[in-house]
Protein backbone atom coordinates (compact mmCIF):
# COMPACT_ATOMS: atom_id res chain seq x y z
CA UNK A 1 0.00 0.00 0.00
CA UNK A 2 2.92 2.32 0.26
CA UNK A 3 3.33 4.72 -2.55
CA UNK A 4 2.99 9.24 -2.82
CA UNK A 5 0.14 9.73 -4.72
CA UNK A 6 0.10 13.56 -5.75
CA UNK A 7 -1.35 16.20 -3.45
CA UNK A 8 -4.84 17.67 -4.59
CA UNK A 9 -6.63 21.03 -3.24
CA UNK A 10 -10.32 20.68 -2.25
CA UNK A 11 -11.83 23.40 -1.59
CA UNK A 12 -15.82 22.97 -3.30
CA UNK A 13 -18.56 22.47 -1.02
CA UNK A 14 -18.75 19.14 0.65
CA UNK A 15 -22.24 16.99 -0.57
CA UNK A 16 -23.82 14.51 1.98
CA UNK A 17 -23.66 11.21 1.05
CA UNK A 18 -26.21 8.36 0.71
CA UNK A 19 -26.20 4.88 -0.24
CA UNK A 20 -25.17 5.79 -3.84
CA UNK A 21 -23.44 8.27 -4.75
CA UNK A 22 -22.33 7.73 -8.05
CA UNK A 23 -25.11 11.40 -9.24
CA UNK A 24 -21.92 12.71 -6.44
CA UNK A 25 -18.61 11.93 -9.21
CA UNK A 26 -17.16 15.01 -9.83
CA UNK A 27 -17.13 16.18 -6.91
CA UNK A 28 -14.48 17.13 -4.40
CA UNK A 29 -15.45 15.99 -0.78
CA UNK A 30 -18.46 13.48 -0.23
CA UNK A 31 -19.43 12.91 3.80
CA UNK A 32 -20.41 9.44 4.37
CA UNK A 33 -23.38 9.45 6.92
CA UNK A 34 -25.67 6.61 6.07
CA UNK A 35 -25.13 2.70 5.48
CA UNK A 36 -24.58 1.34 2.19
CA UNK A 37 -27.50 -0.73 0.96
CA UNK A 38 -27.66 -1.26 -2.71
CA UNK A 39 -24.94 -1.21 -5.51
CA UNK A 40 -22.26 1.66 -5.16
CA UNK A 41 -19.45 3.17 -6.34
CA UNK A 42 -16.62 5.84 -5.07
CA UNK A 43 -15.05 7.55 -7.74
CA UNK A 44 -11.40 8.85 -7.39
CA UNK A 45 -12.18 12.22 -8.22
CA UNK A 46 -13.31 12.52 -4.91
CA UNK A 47 -12.82 12.20 -1.04
CA UNK A 48 -14.88 10.46 1.10
CA UNK A 49 -15.09 11.29 5.26
CA UNK A 50 -16.58 8.49 7.24
CA UNK A 51 -18.72 10.52 9.48
CA UNK A 52 -20.83 7.89 10.85
CA UNK A 53 -19.86 5.47 13.98
CA UNK A 54 -20.74 2.61 12.71
CA UNK A 55 -21.04 2.32 8.89
CA UNK A 56 -22.71 -1.09 7.53
CA UNK A 57 -22.18 -2.10 4.05
CA UNK A 58 -24.76 -4.79 3.19
CA UNK A 59 -24.16 -4.65 -0.84
CA UNK A 60 -21.46 -4.27 -3.51
CA UNK A 61 -19.08 -1.42 -2.58
CA UNK A 62 -16.73 -0.86 -5.31
CA UNK A 63 -13.75 1.52 -5.11
CA UNK A 64 -11.71 3.39 -8.37
CA UNK A 65 -8.49 2.90 -8.52
CA UNK A 66 -6.99 6.48 -6.95
CA UNK A 67 -9.44 6.76 -4.68
CA UNK A 68 -9.19 8.65 -0.68
CA UNK A 69 -11.48 7.98 2.08
CA UNK A 70 -10.82 9.38 5.22
CA UNK A 71 -12.11 8.55 9.01
CA UNK A 72 -13.23 11.15 11.22
CA UNK A 73 -10.47 11.10 14.28
CA UNK A 74 -12.52 10.31 17.34
CA UNK A 75 -13.26 6.33 15.94
CA UNK A 76 -15.63 5.78 12.98
CA UNK A 77 -14.76 2.47 11.33
CA UNK A 78 -16.63 0.42 8.59
CA UNK A 79 -18.46 -3.14 8.70
CA UNK A 80 -18.91 -4.94 6.31
CA UNK A 81 -22.10 -7.65 6.68
CA UNK A 82 -22.32 -10.82 5.34
CA UNK A 83 -24.33 -9.92 2.27
CA UNK A 84 -21.94 -7.05 1.96
CA UNK A 85 -18.81 -6.76 -0.49
CA UNK A 86 -15.98 -4.28 -0.92
CA UNK A 87 -13.95 -4.41 -4.03
CA UNK A 88 -11.21 -2.03 -3.87
CA UNK A 89 -8.77 -2.93 -6.76
CA UNK A 90 -6.50 -0.43 -6.53
CA UNK A 91 -3.12 0.03 -9.32
CA UNK A 92 0.78 0.91 -8.40
CA UNK A 93 0.08 4.13 -9.67
CA UNK A 94 -3.38 4.83 -8.52
CA UNK A 95 -3.64 3.05 -5.29
CA UNK A 96 -6.44 3.59 -2.81
CA UNK A 97 -5.92 5.27 0.56
CA UNK A 98 -8.12 4.57 3.95
CA UNK A 99 -6.79 6.77 6.14
CA UNK A 100 -7.13 9.89 9.41
CA UNK A 101 -9.10 12.92 8.47
CA UNK A 102 -5.87 14.34 10.20
CA UNK A 103 -3.92 12.95 7.13
CA UNK A 104 -2.95 15.97 5.22
CA UNK A 105 -0.96 14.65 2.94
CA UNK A 106 -3.26 12.18 1.36
CA UNK A 107 -6.84 13.87 -0.16
CA UNK A 108 -6.03 17.71 1.21
CA UNK A 109 -6.47 19.59 4.16
CA UNK A 110 -10.20 18.40 4.53
CA UNK A 111 -10.65 19.60 7.51
CA UNK A 112 -9.50 22.66 7.09
CA UNK A 113 -7.06 23.30 10.20
CA UNK A 114 -3.61 23.46 8.64
CA UNK A 115 -0.90 21.60 10.55
CA UNK A 116 -3.08 21.88 13.91
CA UNK A 117 -3.45 18.17 13.98
CA UNK A 118 -1.51 15.58 12.99
CA UNK A 119 -2.86 12.11 12.27
CA UNK A 120 -1.31 8.63 14.71
CA UNK A 121 -2.34 5.10 15.31
CA UNK A 122 -6.03 4.71 16.66
CA UNK A 123 -7.28 7.90 14.60
CA UNK A 124 -9.95 6.07 13.35
CA UNK A 125 -11.47 2.52 13.95
CA UNK A 126 -11.14 -0.53 11.87
CA UNK A 127 -12.78 -1.94 8.26
CA UNK A 128 -14.57 -5.26 9.68
CA UNK A 129 -15.02 -7.52 6.93
CA UNK A 130 -17.68 -10.19 7.09
CA UNK A 131 -18.84 -10.94 3.16
CA UNK A 132 -17.57 -13.27 1.13
CA UNK A 133 -14.46 -12.36 -1.37
CA UNK A 134 -14.08 -9.14 -0.68
CA UNK A 135 -10.97 -8.08 -2.48
CA UNK A 136 -8.33 -5.41 -1.71
CA UNK A 137 -5.47 -4.84 -3.80
CA UNK A 138 -3.08 -1.47 -3.61
CA UNK A 139 -4.74 -0.14 -0.72
CA UNK A 140 -2.81 2.08 2.37
CA UNK A 141 -4.37 1.39 5.31
CA UNK A 142 -2.86 4.31 7.31
CA UNK A 143 -3.64 5.48 11.65
CA UNK A 144 -6.38 2.94 12.50
CA UNK A 145 -6.98 0.51 14.96
CA UNK A 146 -8.37 3.19 17.84
CA UNK A 147 -10.78 0.34 19.96
CA UNK A 148 -10.54 -3.00 17.95
CA UNK A 149 -6.41 -2.56 17.63
CA UNK A 150 -6.52 -3.78 13.82
CA UNK A 151 -7.32 -1.75 11.04
CA UNK A 152 -8.50 -4.42 8.95
CA UNK A 153 -10.06 -7.64 10.42
CA UNK A 154 -11.55 -10.15 8.29
CA UNK A 155 -14.18 -12.88 9.86
CA UNK A 156 -15.53 -15.98 8.84
CA UNK A 157 -15.15 -15.37 5.59
CA UNK A 158 -12.64 -15.54 2.69
CA UNK A 159 -10.70 -12.48 1.65
CA UNK A 160 -7.88 -10.60 -0.94
CA UNK A 161 -5.00 -8.66 0.40
CA UNK A 162 -2.22 -7.98 -2.11
CA UNK A 163 0.03 -5.39 -2.52
CA UNK A 164 -1.53 -3.68 0.57
CA UNK A 165 0.35 -1.58 2.62
CA UNK A 166 -0.22 -0.79 6.29
CA UNK A 167 1.53 1.92 7.79
CA UNK A 168 1.56 3.83 11.52
CA UNK A 169 -1.50 1.38 12.45
CA UNK A 170 -2.13 0.63 16.53
CA UNK A 171 -2.28 -3.90 16.43
CA UNK A 172 -1.05 -5.23 20.08
CA UNK A 173 -2.16 -7.52 23.00
CA UNK A 174 -5.32 -7.27 24.14
CA UNK A 175 -5.82 -9.48 27.50
CA UNK A 176 -4.06 -12.73 26.49
CA UNK A 177 -4.75 -12.50 22.78
CA UNK A 178 -2.49 -10.44 20.16
CA UNK A 179 -4.12 -8.78 17.48
CA UNK A 180 -2.61 -7.86 14.13
CA UNK A 181 -3.34 -4.16 11.99
CA UNK A 182 -4.48 -6.67 9.41
CA UNK A 183 -6.60 -9.67 11.58
CA UNK A 184 -7.40 -12.73 10.10
CA UNK A 185 -7.42 -14.64 13.28
CA UNK A 186 -11.15 -15.20 11.90
CA UNK A 187 -11.03 -15.84 8.32
CA UNK A 188 -11.00 -18.93 6.06
CA UNK A 189 -8.20 -20.31 5.13
CA UNK A 190 -8.61 -19.58 1.53
CA UNK A 191 -8.11 -15.85 2.47
CA UNK A 192 -5.09 -14.63 0.35
CA UNK A 193 -2.06 -12.45 1.75
CA UNK A 194 0.57 -11.67 -0.41
CA UNK A 195 2.90 -9.13 -1.15
CA UNK A 196 2.27 -6.34 1.34
CA UNK A 197 4.30 -3.96 3.37
CA UNK A 198 4.34 -3.86 6.97
CA UNK A 199 6.13 -1.21 9.03
CA UNK A 200 5.59 1.75 11.67
CA UNK A 201 2.79 -0.49 12.88
CA UNK A 202 2.67 -2.06 16.86
CA UNK A 203 1.68 -5.38 15.61
CA UNK A 204 1.22 -6.23 12.05
CA UNK A 205 -0.19 -9.70 11.46
CA UNK A 206 -2.36 -12.18 12.90
CA UNK A 207 -4.04 -15.11 11.11
CA UNK A 208 -5.86 -18.14 11.88
CA UNK A 209 -3.24 -21.26 11.99
CA UNK A 210 -4.54 -23.27 8.71
CA UNK A 211 -3.93 -19.64 6.74
CA UNK A 212 -0.97 -20.33 4.48
CA UNK A 213 1.46 -17.84 4.52
CA UNK A 214 3.84 -17.33 2.25
CA UNK A 215 7.28 -15.28 2.03
CA UNK A 216 6.07 -12.57 -0.40
CA UNK A 217 4.85 -10.15 2.63
CA UNK A 218 7.45 -7.32 3.69
CA UNK A 219 7.92 -6.41 7.66
CA UNK A 220 9.67 -3.25 7.28
CA UNK A 221 10.02 0.10 5.11
CA UNK A 222 11.96 -0.93 1.34
CA UNK A 223 13.59 2.15 1.89
CA UNK A 224 14.63 1.66 5.25
CA UNK A 225 14.94 -1.51 6.87
CA UNK A 226 15.22 -0.22 10.44
CA UNK A 227 12.23 0.72 10.93
CA UNK A 228 10.25 -2.25 11.09
CA UNK A 229 6.98 -2.69 13.46
CA UNK A 230 7.39 -2.74 17.77
CA UNK A 231 6.25 -6.57 17.91
CA UNK A 232 7.83 -7.68 14.43
CA UNK A 233 6.42 -11.20 13.99
CA UNK A 234 3.03 -12.95 12.64
CA UNK A 235 0.17 -13.88 15.60
CA UNK A 236 -1.02 -17.41 15.65
CA UNK A 237 -4.60 -17.59 16.77
CA UNK A 238 -6.13 -21.46 17.19
CA UNK A 239 -9.65 -22.18 16.12
CA UNK A 240 -9.33 -26.01 15.57
CA UNK A 241 -5.98 -27.28 15.08
CA UNK A 242 -4.17 -27.86 12.12
CA UNK A 243 -6.10 -30.22 10.29
CA UNK A 244 -5.44 -29.58 6.71
CA UNK A 245 -1.66 -29.40 5.27
CA UNK A 246 0.07 -25.99 6.10
CA UNK A 247 2.61 -23.75 4.90
CA UNK A 248 4.53 -21.39 6.52
CA UNK A 249 7.51 -19.78 4.87
CA UNK A 250 7.86 -16.25 5.90
CA UNK A 251 11.32 -15.49 7.09
CA UNK A 252 11.60 -11.76 7.71
CA UNK A 253 9.73 -12.69 10.73
CA UNK A 254 8.19 -15.17 13.09
CA UNK A 255 5.35 -17.13 13.92
CA UNK A 256 4.20 -16.56 17.35
CA UNK A 257 2.51 -19.39 18.86
CA UNK A 258 -0.04 -18.26 21.70
CA UNK A 259 -1.62 -21.70 22.58
CA UNK A 260 -1.71 -23.59 25.52
CA UNK A 261 -1.49 -26.57 23.53
CA UNK A 262 -1.93 -26.26 19.55
CA UNK A 263 -2.55 -29.65 17.66
CA UNK A 264 -1.35 -30.75 14.67
CA UNK A 265 -3.97 -33.42 13.93
CA UNK A 266 -3.99 -36.09 11.07
CA UNK A 267 -4.63 -35.61 8.55
CA UNK A 268 -2.85 -32.45 8.72
CA UNK A 269 0.50 -31.40 8.46
CA UNK A 270 2.53 -28.05 9.24
CA UNK A 271 5.45 -27.43 6.26
CA UNK A 272 7.83 -24.94 7.07
CA UNK A 273 9.88 -23.09 4.78
CA UNK A 274 14.12 -22.60 4.95
CA UNK A 275 14.93 -20.20 7.63
CA UNK A 276 11.74 -20.38 9.44
CA UNK A 277 11.59 -19.46 13.25
CA UNK A 278 8.59 -19.94 15.39
CA UNK A 279 8.60 -18.71 18.76
CA UNK A 280 6.12 -19.51 22.12
CA UNK A 281 4.51 -17.43 24.69
CA UNK A 282 5.03 -18.83 27.95
CA UNK A 283 3.21 -21.57 28.63
CA UNK A 284 2.31 -22.70 25.25
CA UNK A 285 3.50 -25.75 23.44
CA UNK A 286 3.02 -27.28 19.66
CA UNK A 287 1.36 -31.10 20.05
CA UNK A 288 2.25 -33.71 16.73
CA UNK A 289 -0.67 -36.09 16.89
CA UNK A 290 -0.86 -39.78 15.80
CA UNK A 291 -0.57 -39.91 11.87
CA UNK A 292 0.13 -35.98 11.59
CA UNK A 293 3.80 -33.96 11.00
CA UNK A 294 5.79 -31.59 10.88
CA UNK A 295 8.06 -30.99 7.66
CA UNK A 296 11.09 -29.04 8.30
CA UNK A 297 13.21 -27.04 5.85
CA UNK A 298 16.78 -26.29 6.38
CA UNK A 299 17.42 -22.99 9.52
CA UNK A 300 14.52 -23.82 11.48
CA UNK A 301 13.94 -22.93 14.86
CA UNK A 302 11.41 -23.02 17.69
CA UNK A 303 12.09 -20.85 20.51
CA UNK A 304 11.07 -18.63 23.22
CA UNK A 305 9.36 -15.43 22.86
CA UNK A 306 11.82 -13.49 24.35
CA UNK A 307 14.68 -14.52 21.81
CA UNK A 308 15.21 -11.56 20.29
CA UNK A 309 18.36 -13.20 18.27
CA UNK A 310 16.24 -14.74 16.28
CA UNK A 311 14.31 -12.29 13.76
CA UNK A 312 14.17 -9.84 15.89
CA UNK A 313 12.07 -8.08 19.12
CA UNK A 314 9.15 -9.76 18.68
CA UNK A 315 7.39 -9.05 22.03
CA UNK A 316 8.44 -5.50 21.75
CA UNK A 317 10.08 -4.88 25.12
CA UNK A 318 13.43 -4.46 22.92
CA UNK A 319 15.75 -5.82 25.49
CA UNK A 320 14.22 -5.73 28.61
CA UNK A 321 13.47 -9.26 28.71
CA UNK A 322 15.98 -12.31 27.81
CA UNK A 323 15.33 -15.73 27.28
CA UNK A 324 15.93 -18.62 29.47
CA UNK A 325 15.27 -22.25 29.97
CA UNK A 326 11.39 -23.28 30.57
CA UNK A 327 9.94 -20.31 28.97
CA UNK A 328 7.47 -22.24 27.13
CA UNK A 329 6.45 -26.00 26.99
CA UNK A 330 8.01 -27.40 24.32
CA UNK A 331 7.20 -29.89 21.00
CA UNK A 332 5.19 -32.94 22.60
CA UNK A 333 4.83 -35.96 19.96
CA UNK A 334 1.77 -37.93 20.70
CA UNK A 335 2.72 -40.98 18.63
CA UNK A 336 6.07 -41.43 21.17
CA UNK A 337 4.18 -40.20 24.16
CA UNK A 338 7.23 -38.15 24.38
CA UNK A 339 8.74 -34.20 23.65
CA UNK A 340 11.07 -33.76 20.85
CA UNK A 341 14.81 -32.60 21.45
CA UNK A 342 15.81 -31.16 18.96
CA UNK A 343 18.98 -29.58 18.70
CA UNK A 344 16.88 -26.60 16.97
CA UNK A 345 14.67 -26.33 20.11
CA UNK A 346 15.82 -23.51 22.34
CA UNK A 347 14.47 -22.61 25.80
CA UNK A 348 11.73 -25.04 26.11
CA UNK A 349 10.98 -26.64 29.24
CA UNK A 350 12.18 -30.46 28.46
Known sequence: MKKVISLFAFIV???????????????????I??????PTTWYASSVYVIESYDLWVTSTLTIEAGTVIKFRADGPGMSVGADGTIIANGTADKPIYFTSINDDKHGGDVNNNGTTTLPLNGDWNNIYVEGNGSSFKYCYFMYGGASNLSTLEIFNEMATIDHCFFLYNKGG????SYFGV??????????????????????PLSVTTTIDIDNSNIFSNPDDATQTNSMNCIALYDLEGIIRAVQWEETEVPFLINDNDLWIESPGSLTLGNNVVVKF?????????????????TGNAFTSFKDDTRLGDSNGDEDATTPSDGDWGGIYNDDSSEYQTWSNIYYDSH
Open 33 to 38: TENITS
Open 13 to 31: PFFMAGCDDDENNGSNIVY
Open 281 to 297: TPSSELTIGIGAQINQG
Open 173 to 176: KFGD
Open 182 to 203: LDCTGAKNTTVITNNVFYGNIL
